[in-house]
Structures are given as structure tokens and as C-alpha cells.
């Protein structure tokens, strides 16, 4: 049998004979795209075949990111987050490259794996299995997106701690059940690691909110509020996105003031007609 990858979204797919149905149901909803010429499926072996790098970056230590060169799926950036009691895999590769899962394994391997929401489900059972089935964490809300149902999947809600100073949040927006990781950092200024839920901009020091980013689809102003909200407990100075982009300082700051300025424009606020 064959572990089918969806070649648009990159979210991993059941163990069958044949791909598992002509259009991808995560592709097919309004927050992502079929394209033009229709589903293309690939295969881990067909990933590994393609001449292709892997990029890693230590952004401070404990905090490694990950990319695949040239992207496959939706190309995000993964992210290591290692403590003394284990690590955690953020938002999953959705291509176990080998040289990956070797620099993996020399850092210490893995202790859970979650992604902030369904587009970034990757091969989250295939690192689980790769690394001795730990928990992949899974938003309740969000089971239903679940392609490749697994054992290892748990479900959470709410706030919930994996690790000693590594706490899923629960901010909803993009995917209801969407999350964000807030770690502890050494340096005491604390990380947020976001989907799409929150999204670094080119600018300097904003961010963004969107439900869906390839088609241009906003939130409401409650679901923008509701995001902040749930932030508001936690410090955190530092801020990185799926994307590769990242707020490396007055982060919390800048959900306040990108939630205030992108509230005042949907609501028309700052409509000069209004």
C-alpha cells in the first residue's frame, strides 16, 4: 500500500492502492484551491527521488526551523522546539526527507508532534511513526479534517501544556480549533509560534488575520478579538510564522495594534465614504 500526498496542501493521505479520491477535501474548501488542471497526488518515494535540499536555522537555542528547497505542498517552515524533557514538532514537514530526520534524530527526536491547523497537517502520522509513535496532538474542533487517521492521534481543546514551558493555545479564526505555541524562552522574552490564525507581514512589526490567505478572505472583527483575547495572558516578544517571516520584537504589541487597524477597516471604520 501507498502513504498518498496530496501535491497542492501537502497533508498526507490513507495507505491505498490507488489515491484515495479525485479531489483533496482540505484542497477543496474555500480556504485553500484545486488547481486548474485538477488533483495531483505524489509519494514519499517520489519526494525523496526529486533533487531537492533541506534548510535548517538555529533561531536561538532550543528554536530550530525547518524548510524543504525548493517547497513542496504549502511550503511552510517547521519548527523545533527542544527541551530537557523532550521535543516538540511544530507544524510538520509534509516530506520526511532522510537528511531531516537524521538532523532530527541528532537533536534529540521527538516527544509530540501538532499543527496549528488542518492545512498543516504534513505527515504528522508519518513523523510519529518515524520517531516511535508519539502523541500527535489533534484540535477536536478540527478532527473531521483528519486524513490519515492514526492511533497516535489524541485530541485537546482549550489550553494545553505538552511540554514543561511549551503551552497550546487555543485561538480559533482561520480553522476554529486553530492554535498557536507559546514557549518560554531562556532569555525570559517568550516565543509565539502561529499559523494561520496570526501571519507575520512584509512590514516590519504587523501582523495580519485572514480565513483564507490564497483567495483573499477576511475574518470578522469578533474572530480577530477573539484571537487577541486569547493571547492576552501570555508574554511573548517574539513571533514566528509558517511563512518564514517573523516579529522579533514588541510582538504582543503588534497583535494589538494589526487587530486594531485591520478591525477599523473591515468594520468601515476607515472608510472615507463612510
Excluded at 492514526?150 to 480549533?177: A, N, S
Excluded at 495594534?257 to 465614504?273: M, Q, T
Aim: net charge negative; with cysteine.
Amino acid at each position: 500500500m501507498t502513504i498518498w500526498i496530496c501535491s497542492t496542501c501537502g497533508v498526507e493521505h490513507p495507505d491505498t492502492a490507488r489515491p484515495p479520491r479525485d479531489t483533496c477535501r482540505i484542497c477543496a474548501d474555500d480556504r485553500q484551491w484545486v488547481p486548474v488542471d485538477g488533483q495531483h497526488w505524489t509519494t514519499a518515494g517520489e519526494l525523496d527521488a526529486e533533487e531537492h535540499r533541506v534548510e535548517s536555522e538555529e533561531l536561538r537555542p532550543g528554536l530550530h526551523r525547518f524548510h524543504r528547497q525548493p517547497s513542496f505542498g504549502i511550503g511552510q517552515w517547521s519548527h523545533l522546539v527542544r527541551t530537557p524533557d523532550g521535543n516538540l514538532l511544530w507544524d510538520p514537514p509534509n516530506h520526511l526527507a532522510p537528511e531531516l530526520v537524521a538532523e532530527i534524530e541528532g537533536l534529540g527526536g521527538l516527544s509530540v508532534v501538532v499543527a496549528s491547523h488542518p492545512h498543516m497537517f504534513g505527515c504528522q502520522v508519518g513523523w510519529s511513526r518515524r520517531f516511535g509513535d508519539v502523541p500527535v496532538l489533534v484540535h477536536s474542533a478540527d478532527r473531521e479534517w483528519v486524513q490519515r487517521d492514526d492511533p497516535v492521534i489524541t485530541e485537546w481543546r482549550g489550553v494545553e501544556t505538552v511540554l514543561p514551558g511549551v503551552t497550546l493555545i487555543e485561538v480559533g479564526g482561520h480553522f476554529p480549533g486553530a492554535a498557536v505555541a507559546h514557549v518560554t524562552s531562556p532569555d525570559g522574552r517568550g516565543d509565539l509560534l502561529v499559523g494561520d490564525s496570526i501571519m507575520p507581514t512584509p512590514a516590519t512589526g504587523w501582523v495580519t488575520f485572514l480565513r483564507s490567505y490564497p483567495n483573499g478572505i477576511p475574518l470578522s472583527p469578533a474572530l480577530v478579538r477573539r484571537i487577541v483575547d486569547a493571547l492576552e495572558p501570555y508574554e511573548f516578544d517574539r513571533m514566528y510564522g509558517l511563512a518564514g517571516r517573523a516579529v522579533l520584537t514588541g510582538a504582543k504589541d503588534a497583535v494589538h495594534r494589526s487587530a486594531d487597524r485591520y478591525i477599523a477597516w473591515v468594520s468601515g471604520e476607515n472608510d472615507p465614504l463612510g
